[in-house]
C-alpha cells in the first residue's frame, strides 16, 4: 500500500546547486504534506509543509512546491550545504496533520563539497 | 526549543519479554503518536491517542501492545510477549497545541527514537 512514492532513492548534488526531491501520492484525501530530514539513529526533524489549498510554501533555503492535479509535490533546497546531506521523507495526511502521517520510502541527499 | 524525549535510547530484551518505551510530549500538544522504523524500511505508523484514547490504530498494533498517559506528562508504549520481528526504531511524536482547523495546521514533531532490540 504505497500511498506515498519517493522514487528516487538517492540523490548527489554540488554543494552550492540546487537540489531538488520528488514525491508522489495516490490519495486525494490528503491534504497536508511535510518534508522531514533525517540523520542516522535520530528520529524525523520537520523541515516544512504545505496544505493543499496552497501550490507554494517557502522558508528560507526550502520550497515546498504542491500540484495537487498530478498528485505530486517537490521540495527544494537552495543552494543545497554539506549539512543537508541526510534521508529527506515525504509525508502526507488528512485533517490538517492531526492524524496519522503515511510516509515515503525516503530519498538519501549527499552534497558533494 | 520544546522537544519530544524518549527513553531508553537503546532497549535489548528476550523474546517473549515484555518492554516499556517511554515518551515525554511537548508540554502544550494535546495528539500523541507512535511510529516505528524497521531497519531500511519507511516509518510506519502505529496508533495516535487525543483526549486519552486512542484515535486510530494500524494493523502493526495488535493486542500485544498498548498506549498510556499515566501522569498527564509521559506517553508510553508497552509491549507484550516481544517478538523478534519488533526489533525497530520506535519514535514517540506530538503536535497540536489547540484545535486544527481550515488554515491552521499542526504539525508532527518526533522525539530521537528508541532502538529495540528483540533477541
Known amino acids: 500500500d504505497q500511498q506515498v512514492k519517493q522514487n528516487s532513492p538517492s540523490l548527489s548534488v554540488q554543494e552550492g546547486r540546487i537540489s531538488i526531491l520528488n514525491c508522489d501520492y495516490t490519495n486525494s484525501m490528503f491534504d497536508y504534506f511535510l518534508w522531514y530530514k533525517k540523520y542516522p539513529a535520530e528520529g524525523p526533524t520537520f523541515l516544512i509543509s504545505?496544505?493543499?489549498?496552497?501550490d507554494k510554501n517557502e522558508d528560507g533555503r526550502f520550497t515546498v512546491f504542491l500540484n495537487k492535479s498530478a498528485k505530486h509535490l517537490s521540495l527544494h533546497i537552495v543552494p543545497s550545504q554539506p549539512g543537508d546531506s541526510a534521508v529527506y521523507f515525504c509525508a502526507a495526511s488528512v485533517n490538517f496533520g492531526n492524524e496519522k502521517l503515511t510516509f515515503g520510502t525516503g530519498t538519501r541527499l549527499t552534497i558533494i563539497p | 526549543e520544546p522537544e519530544v524525549t524518549q527513553t531508553p535510547s537503546h532497549q535489548v530484551t528476550q523474546m517473549g519479554q515484555e518492554v516499556i518505551l517511554r515518551c515525554v510530549p511537548i508540554?502544550?500538544?494535546?495528539?500523541f503518536y507512535w511510529y516505528r522504523q524497521i531497519l531500511g524500511q519507511k516509518v510506519e505508523f502505529l496508533v495516535s491517542f487525543y483526549n486519552n484514547e486512542i484515535s486510530e490504530k494500524s494493523e502493526i498494533f495488535d493486542d500485544r501492545f498498548s498506549v498510556e498517559r499515566p501522569d498527564g506528562s509521559n506517553f508510553t508504549l508497552k509491549i507484550r510477549s516481544t517478538k523478534l520481528e519488533d526489533s525497530a526504531m520506535y519514535f514517540c511524536?506530538?503536535?497540536?497545541?489547540?484545535?486544527?482547523?481550515?488554515?491552521?495546521?499542526?504539525?508532527?514533531?518526533f522525539g530521537p527514537g528508541t532502538r529495540l532490540t528483540v533477541l
Open positions: 504545505i496544505s493543499s489549498i496552497k
Open positions: 511524536a506530538s503536535s497540536g497545541a489547540g484545535l486544527a482547523s481550515f488554515g491552521s495546521y499542526n504539525e508532527q514533531f
Open positions: 508540554s502544550n500538544h494535546l495528539y
